[in-house]
């Protein structure tokens, strides 16, 4: 059975840091390219970041660079979202998605972990 889990979110002030992460198991993860997702109440999914299936390359929103970095570890099955200097703005569900580089494109989401930033 393949599941994405995430964990890590919570409520932090402005200005504050979070580690997200999400823990994948039923497939070959390392073969897989590695993206988290975010969706604010109200809102649209709004793509963050991914990572490639060797983690050499890395990609982010506009509005996250310098302030969040993505990372994985093959070996642990583990990809990581560490947010830093959060705004309120980023305050939003965040997904894990693992999506083969390869045809047809097969995808897997997480279940979500909420991340609010309030003072």
């Known amino acids: 059975e393949v599941q994405l889990v995430e964990s890590g979110g919570g409520m932090v002030q402005p200005g504050g840091s979070l580690r997200l992460s999400c823990a994948a198991s039923g497939f070959t ?3 897989y390219d590695m993206s988290w997702v975010r969706q604010a109440p109200g809102k ?13 390359s890395t990609n982010f929103l ?4 310098g302030r969040f970095t993505i990372s994985r570890d093959n070996a642990k099955n583990m990809v990581y979202l560490q947010m830093s200097s959060l705004k309120p703005e980023d305050t939003a569900f965040y997904y894990c998605n693992a999506k083969s580089p390869l045809f047809p494109r097969t995808s897997y989401w997480g279940q979500g ?7």
């Open 29 to 31: 993860f390392s073969s």
């Open 62 to 65: 506009d509005s996250v660079k």
């Open 113 to 119: 972990t909420q991340v609010t930033v309030s003072s």
């Open 44 to 56: 649209g999914p709004e793509w963050v970041s991914a990572i490639n299936t060797g983690g050499g």
